[in-house]
């Protein structure tokens, strides 16, 4: 019984006639069929990226970290640029998923099972840049507090980078706990389809023995809803002590308190762009048009071209602040290491600029925001740009400091530094395909929930009535005289 | 192990679901269980069962992890290995405000996560009672549980008038998973039903 109402102005987030069979026939199709030619290239690809990447690592391990151009003035490179970067992309997914949640956007429901899926692959690809780069990988258990025969000499608790540990793998447990609490009665319905008994058997391991019991359902609901109010300032919170990594520091251009709001919108800007990415192609390849609309995708562009221009105050105020404040070495790193395009990195600046906050205003325009094209480009666009915003952060400002005898000359990464880029990619990609295959991409359940409110074939049913009581409602309200009629012109 | 009677109708829309699952209560027969492919609101309030105490849980969950954290911490950085951090206080609360934070949200999480898995008895491996396999496709299955004096072809074409697509009679093991919910299903001569 659907005591929710929406409004036929409203555009439909399911597409076409559709019963709760034909959603699930949709949604699961994709897994019962043996996957395309083309799917087994991208794997394939991507596994080899995965090689290169292992084996890079490996180099780094053996050879330790002189491997990777870092020296002593750039001590954060390539490494932490990645590092942050994957992280922020891996904020949409629980943006998606809990805030939107919190916030009854019904069209989260098409689109975050894979942005969740991708920001658990992201975090995983994130993490693995911290823990390479302390050289003695085999040490890394020492980050974690536990009464150790070394005095016990314990982490040290006010160090951002400690936050950063519990931060990263909080954000990593309760995301994975999310997702997969969502992915319980989906698995039910695929282990329920399945022909084959080794299906029904690997299905019905991941169902967890689901059969939809109401009592289950209840709880269900409460644990979602509970999870994403923990979720929401957990999202908030992650790319917020990602930023104190930076802003506790005393280093111009780190050192700034605009630095968490600032880092959050980049965070959701730069995930909602890869999530763009991988639906737009994902709808495509699997046909799931009718459940990923044009719609969504506006939405999405919308939130893209919001958190583009946030990002964009933020590096203008930036700049004010480096004249206002007076200091002669914030002054130095904002207009001369980043803004003066003829400085040795100036280039990596104006990227930024015109990747992240020149080139999304493209997305005021409707008709931008719903082409395809235009989307897919401008979504690899913010992601190069992004890219580029934490290496311009994390580079110019160390490559020249407070003494002129350390300046660094020109760091340029190894090849086994861009292996481990590449590497990363490998992981994310080769998880995605695999969770592409055998997961069921789209929350099957969620869209079931909000089919009779805004499916389109629904709607079309409810739209008659609805028209009918806006007359009546005007007739109703109509002037005595009866020429003026209220609210009749304006619907 | 006993086996048990059931009898179970299969419904194709939650709008007939609902006053059929109303009428069954009002004639008196128990409901074990409605299994649907979503979450149907209003359904538990329909079969008369109370609100989920897992939210009570996460905040013992939460208030521990605070605990955890904040203790924890303390005894380390004021007791046990108080080190001298450029002449700060050993006691410094404002820094340890992200891990406490983080701490409390992971126990919250994880804590409700294993609850409800325990409480609904989910886990890898564990296979149940499935009474229609469409139930987790497109059907909204009510199962009614047959007493001694169930005449279970009265109720069988009770079920078909109120709009039951399909009806069966089943038999099922009353293990452990199968759990009733006999504690919490008020029955409805003892409150005030209405359909939120």
């Given amino acids: ?491 | 192990m006993s086996k048990k009677k059931f009898v179970v109708g299969a419904f194709d829309d939650e709008a007939v679901l609902f006053p059929a699952v109303k009428k069954v209560r009002m004639s008196g027969y128990k409901i074990h269980d409605v299994y649907t492919p979503f979450a149907v609101h209003g359904l538990d309030h329909a079969l008369g069962l109370r609100e989920t105490s897992l939210h009570t849980a996460g905040f013992i969950y939460a208030i521990t992890g605070t605990c955890t954290a904040l203790g924890g911490i303390s005894y380390v950085f004021t007791y046990d290995w108080p080190v001298n951090i450029g002449g700060k206080p050993h006691f410094a609360l404002p820094a340890w405000i992200p891990i406490i934070f983080e701490l409390t949200v992971l126990f919250s999480a994880v804590g409700m996560v294993l609850t409800f898995c325990y409480l609904c008895q989910l886990a890898p491996f564990v296979k149940k009672h499935h009474f229609h396999p469409r139930a987790t496709d497109d059907l909204f299955v009510m199962v009614i549980e047959c007493t001694a004096k169930t005449n279970v072809d009265d109720l069988q074409a009770f079920l078909t008038r109120n709009g039951a697509v399909e009806v069966s009679v089943q038999e099922a093991e009353t293990e452990w998973w199968v759990g009733t919910y006999d504690k919490e299903q008020r029955l409805i001569k003892d409150t005030d039903f209405g359909v939120a």
């Fill in chain 1, 1 to 491: 019984m659907h005591l929710k109402y929406e409004s036929q102005l409203r555009e439909p987030l399911v597409d076409g006639v559709k019963d709760y069979h034909q959603v699930t026939e949709d949604i699961v199709r994709p897994i019962e069929a043996k996957p395309s030619k083309l799917w087994y290239i991208g794997f394939f690809v991507s596994a080899s990226c995965l090689l290169f990447g292992v084996y890079s690592v490996y180099r780094e391990v053996t050879y330790g970290i002189g491997q990777w151009n870092l020296n002593k003035t750039i001590g954060w490179g390539w490494d932490i640029t990645n590092f942050v970067w994957w992280v922020g992309i891996g904020h949409a997914g629980t943006l998606i998923s809990a805030i939107l949640l919190l916030f009854r956007q019904g069209w989260r429901t098409g689109v975050n099972r894979a942005a969740e899926a991708m920001t658990i692959f992201a975090v995983m690809c994130a993490g693995q840049f911290p823990i390479f780069h302390m050289g003695r990988v085999w040490m890394c258990f020492f980050i974690f507090p536990y009464p150790n025969t070394r005095g016990p000499v314990w982490p040290n608790f006010n160090s951002p980078l400690m936050w950063d540990v519990f931060a990263i793998s909080t954000y990593f447990t309760v995301s994975l706990l999310f997702w997969y609490s969502g992915l319980i009665p989906d698995f039910g319905t695929v282990r329920d389809r399945a022909k084959t008994k080794l299906r029904k058997k690997l299905y019905g391991i991941a169902s967890f023995g689901w059969v939809g019991s109401t009592k289950h359902w209840q709880r269900h609901e409460a644990l979602s809803l509970v999870l994403a109010g923990l979720a929401t300032p957990l999202v908030l919170s992650v790319h917020t002590i990602v930023s104190m990594d930076f802003a506790t520091s005393v280093i111009p251009g780190w050192h700034t308190t605009i630095f968490p709001p600032y880092f959050v919108a980049g965070a959701i800007f730069s995930g909602f762009a890869m999530t763009q990415t991988l639906l737009v192609v994902i709808r495509k390849v699997f046909n799931l048009q009718e459940y990923i609309t044009l719609g969504h995708v506006e939405a999405m562009n919308k939130v893209i071209v919001l958190t583009g221009s946030i990002v964009g105050c933020a590096y203008l105020t930036e700049l004010f602040m480096g004249w206002y404040s007076q200091n002669k070495y914030e002054g130095y790193t904002f207009w001369y290491s980043r803004a003066n395009l003829f400085s040795p990195y100036g280039w990596a600046y104006w990227g930024m600029m015109t990747c992240n906050v020149l080139s999304p205003q493209i997305f005021w325009f409707r008709k931008m925001r719903r082409n395809l094209f235009v989307t897919f480009f401008m979504s690899v666009i913010v992601n190069v740009g992004m890219w580029f915003e934490r290496f311009v952060i994390i580079v110019t400002s160390l490559y020249r400091d407070y003494l002129p005898s350390s300046w660094a000359v020109y760091y340029h990464p190894s090849i086994w530094e861009i292996g481990f880029y590449l590497g990363t990619f490998g992981l994310f990609f080769t998880c995605f395909f695999l969770f592409s295959k055998y997961f069921p991409t789209i929350a099957i359940a969620e869209i079931k929930y909000i089919l009779k409110t805004s499916g389109e074939s629904f709607k079309a049913k409810v739209g008659s009535i609805e028209m009918q009581g806006v007359e009546e409602f005007a007739s109703e309200h109509a002037h005595i005289d009866g020429h003026v009629v209220a609210g009749a012109h304006s619907h």
